[in-house]
């Protein structure tokens, strides 16, 4: 028996989500009384997930599996279970994460649970808290099947040290055909993104146009945080759908999230509730943001963003 | 091309969400529903391969019978006909295997879903979905384009965006930009006159265990107020994320 985890990498680093999928599955480990056996492919240094509680690293490496690909991946992390005779598997919320939790739950005739936030409350039943309804709510869910699979919601649970003798295992698993080829890949080098980022800055239609986006960037440069925006800037066009947040845009689940020139309408704010700390920018005491946020600027963005950059550069001047 | 459009049934994006029976229920009282915001960018892709590509278009739910306006506007969008699988749904895994027969029976080449339905926040149908059929398989689709049996489709990745190729049969999770928001379509009057004499057939579902049980819901803990710091000030604001939020 054990609680396997995979932990994803790019060209062979790992997220750091892998490291809080780690330190969650080592905490179920223990709740089960079992060991906890992570799933790397193609990472340099794996030694770095002893840290977070990782008994057993079991290791893959295969330029095969280079690219990612759903298929192939669901049926290797299928493998690695079978082989490990494990009883939770856990996946995290990536793109990535998110593509291949159903396919995996499907091959191991698992019980899924997605965007799951806590622990298991209990492990008989095994019952596992996770959002629903855009974050207005949480629902605690009994997973019934032998095999559980958890997808754990990104920052929900943070980093855990808790250093191990680990121990690695090269794993050499078959691959199968998969009908799905990528072509190419075209992704921003050097840039955060919404989904890997710390500190998210958003603009709204507050900001009257994209050319006045350069202050917007100036203030994500200074925290090394992301840009985001509200539904209608995408839709009008001054900054990429990608940018979106929201309900039906991406969520927003980083630790400190600053809002300019947003109103705070229901479908923005239900996209964004996860992030711990909001900041609200805007010129109007009742917009709506007010009500959801943790600290608040009643002002114009064009006189309070300048300063507050100019603030954060004193500040990181001192503290470096 | 046979296409079948996934239309998850779900509380208006505005509608407050509360519980009851000891917060084991959704309380519907007082809430409108609409077409999942995911599949509606869906139908309306689907609406082009329809007019574009000589598809035919079916919709399908799985719910009760209160779901069916929900259908009937789908229908006024366009669709040719729609199926409701007679069932309340009791997790992602559950709508993925009576999915999967109504696939099967109406031999459908293209099935189009979203990415995640706004209400169970699942993410889990499509995938699962194809799973069981050993479909092909789409994920978080921004753009695709139909050639004889070739797909080619867009998916976001964090950070930017992946092409692939793949081919029918196939099932695809859309979300916006699958089509653009302006190209999103309201049905018209005329729509709305012939959705009520298109064909909405009733299925039973098929039975099998569970995988997973809802136990309760929980609303999240009431939140302080906001702090205001003044606009002259800002350095307050940094020294307040510095020393008490501990978030820079
Ligand atoms: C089905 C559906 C789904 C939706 N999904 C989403 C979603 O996922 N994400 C999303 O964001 N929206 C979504 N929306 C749209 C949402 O309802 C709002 O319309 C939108 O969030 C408003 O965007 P905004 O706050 O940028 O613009 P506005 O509502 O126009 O607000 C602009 C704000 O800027 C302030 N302002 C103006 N000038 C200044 C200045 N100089 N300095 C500072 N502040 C200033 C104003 O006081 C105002 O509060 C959805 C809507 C629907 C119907
Ligand atoms: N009850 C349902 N009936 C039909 N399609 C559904 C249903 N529930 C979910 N779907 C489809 O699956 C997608 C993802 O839903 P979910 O896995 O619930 O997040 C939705 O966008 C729909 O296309």
Same mark, same amino acid.
């Given at each position: 028996?054990?609680?396997?985890?995979?932990a994803?990498?790019?060209?062979?680093?790992?997220?750091?989500t892998?490291?809080?999928?780690?330190?969650y599955?080592?905490k179920v480990?223990?709740?089960?009384? &079992?060991?906890?056996?992570?799933?790397t492919?193609? %990472?340099?240094?794996? &030694?770095?997930l002893?840290?977070?509680?990782?008994?057993k690293?079991?290791?893959?490496?295969?330029t095969?599996? %280079?690219?990612?690909?759903?298929?192939?991946?669901?049926d290797?992390?299928k493998?690695a279970a079978?082989?490990?005779?494990?009883?939770?598997?856990?996946?995290?919320?990536?793109?990535?994460?998110?593509y291949?939790?159903?396919?995996?739950?499907?091959?191991?005739?698992a019980g899924?649970?997605?965007?799951?936030?806590a622990?298991?409350?209990?492990?008989?039943?095994?019952?596992v808290?996770?959002?629903?309804?855009?974050?207005?709510a949480?629902?605690n869910?009994e997973?019934?099947?032998?095999? =559980?699979?958890?997808?754990?919601? =990104?920052?929900?649970?943070?980093?855990k040290?808790?250093?191990?003798t +680990?121990?690695e !295992?090269?794993?050499?698993?078959?691959?199968?055909?998969?009908g799905?080829?990528?072509?190419?890949?075209?992704k921003s080098?050097?840039k955060? &993104?919404?989904?890997? %980022?710390?500190?998210?800055?958003?603009?709204?239609? +507050?900001l009257? +146009?994209p050319e006045?986006w350069?202050?917007i960037?100036?203030?994500?440069?200074?925290?090394g945080a992301?840009? %985001?925006?509200?539904?209608?800037?995408?839709?009008?066009?001054?900054?990429?759908?990608? !940018?979106h947040?929201?309900?039906?845009g =991406?969520?927003?689940?980083?630790?400190?999230?600053?809002?300019?020139g947003?109103?705070?309408?229901?479908?923005?704010?239900?996209?964004?509730?996860?992030?711990?700390v =909001?900041v609200v920018?805007?010129?109007?005491? !009742?917009?709506p943001?007010?009500?959801?946020?943790?600290?608040?600027?009643?002002?114009?963005a064009f006189?309070?963003?300048?300063?507050?950059? !100019?603030?954060?550069k004193e500040f990181k001047?001192?503290?470096? | 091309?046979?296409?079948?459009? @996934?239309?998850?049934?779900?509380?208006? $994006?505005?509608?407050k969400?509360?519980f009851m029976?000891?917060d084991?229920? *959704?309380? $519907?009282?007082?809430?409108?529903?609409v077409i999942?915001?995911h599949?509606e960018y869906?139908l309306?892709?689907?609406?082009?391969?329809?007019?574009?590509?000589?598809?035919?278009?079916?919709?399908?739910?799985?719910?009760?019978a209160?779901?069916?306006?929900? #259908?009937?506007?789908?229908?006024?969008?366009?669709?040719?006909?729609?199926i409701?699988?007679?069932?309340?749904?009791?997790?992602? *895994?559950?709508?993925?295997?009576q999915l999967?027969?109504?696939v099967?029976n109406?031999? *459908?080449? #293209?099935?189009?879903?979203?990415?995640?339905s706004?209400?169970?926040?699942?993410g889990?149908?499509?995938?699962m #979905?194809?799973?069981l059929?050993?479909?092909n *398989?789409?994920?978080? @689709?921004?753009?695709? /384009?139909?050639?004889?049996?070739n797909v080619?489709a867009?998916r /976001?990745?964090?950070?930017?965006?992946?092409?692939?190729?793949?081919?029918l049969?196939?099932v695809?999770?859309g979300?916006?930009?699958?089509?653009? /928001?302006?190209?999103?379509?309201?049905?018209?009057?005329?729509?709305?006159?012939?959705a009520?004499s298109k064909?909405?057939?009733?299925?039973?579902?098929?039975?099998?265990?569970?995988?997973?049980? $809802?136990i309760?819901?929980?609303?999240?803990?009431?939140r302080?107020?906001?702090?205001?710091?003044s606009?002259?000030? #800002?350095? /307050?604001?940094?020294n307040l994320l510095?020393?008490?939020a501990?978030?820079?």
């Open positions: 028996m054990a609680v396997l985890v995979f994803e990498s790019t060209e062979g680093k790992f997220k750091k892998a490291f809080e999928v780690t330190s599955g080592k480990a223990e709740q089960l009384g &079992t060991n906890l056996v992570v799933l492919v193609n %990472a340099d240094d794996i &030694t770095s002893y840290g977070y509680g990782a008994e690293v079991l290791k893959i490496n295969n095969s599996l %280079a690219t990612f690909n759903a298929k192939i991946y669901a290797v992390i493998q079978t082989k490990e005779n494990a009883q939770v598997v856990i996946i995290d919320s990536s793109s990535n994460g998110t291949l939790v159903p396919l995996v739950a499907v091959n191991l005739n899924l649970a997605t965007n799951v936030v622990l298991p409350s209990s492990t008989s039943p095994f019952i808290k996770r959002k629903s309804f855009s974050n207005k949480f629902n869910s997973i019934k099947t032998a095999i =559980k699979v958890i997808g754990l919601a =990104k920052n929900s649970f943070g980093l040290e808790q250093a191990v +680990g121990s !295992e090269t794993f050499s698993p078959t691959l199968i055909n998969s799905v080829t990528s072509t190419s890949v075209d080098v050097g955060v &993104t919404i989904a890997d %980022a710390d500190i998210v800055v958003s603009g709204g239609r +507050g009257k +146009g006045n350069k202050m960037e100036e203030l994500a440069e200074v925290l992301a840009t %985001a925006c509200s539904k209608p800037v995408s839709d009008l066009g001054w900054r990429p759908h990608s !940018e947040v929201g309900q039906t =991406k969520p927003v689940t980083s630790n400190l999230y600053i809002a300019i947003i109103s705070g309408a229901i479908q923005h704010l239900a996209g964004v509730n996860s992030s711990k =909001k920018i805007n010129t109007d005491a !009742e917009a943001f007010f009500k959801a946020a943790d600290y608040g600027v009643v002002g114009d006189e309070v963003v300048p300063k507050f950059i !100019e603030k954060l001047a001192q503290n470096s | 091309m046979k296409v079948l459009v @996934c239309i998850s049934h779900v509380p208006d $994006t505005t509608s969400i509360n029976d000891n084991t229920k *959704f309380d $519907t009282n007082g809430v409108q529903y999942n915001p599949d869906s309306t892709r689907a609406m082009w391969l329809k007019e574009n590509q000589g598809a035919t278009v079916t919709v399908v739910n799985v719910g009760n209160t779901t069916e306006p929900t #259908l009937r506007k789908a229908l006024a969008i366009g669709a040719d006909d729609a409701r699988v007679n069932a309340e749904p009791i997790d992602g *895994f559950f709508v993925a295997k999967a027969e109504v099967k109406g031999e *459908f080449d #293209l099935v189009i879903a979203g990415r995640e706004i209400d169970y926040n699942g889990m149908v499509p995938g #979905l194809a799973a059929l050993d479909f *398989f789409v994920n978080a @689709c921004i753009g695709f /384009e139909i050639n004889g049996n080619t867009t /976001e990745i964090d950070g930017g965006k992946e092409v692939l190729a793949t081919s049969p196939t695809i999770a979300q916006k930009g699958i089509v653009e /928001e302006k190209d999103l379509r309201i049905p018209n009057m005329r729509g709305i006159m012939t009520r064909p909405l057939s009733i299925v039973e579902p098929v039975a099998f265990d569970s995988t997973t049980a $809802t309760n819901f929980e609303k999240p803990a009431a302080g107020a906001v702090k205001l710091v606009a002259d000030n #800002l350095a /307050e604001l940094v510095h020393t008490e501990k978030v820079i």
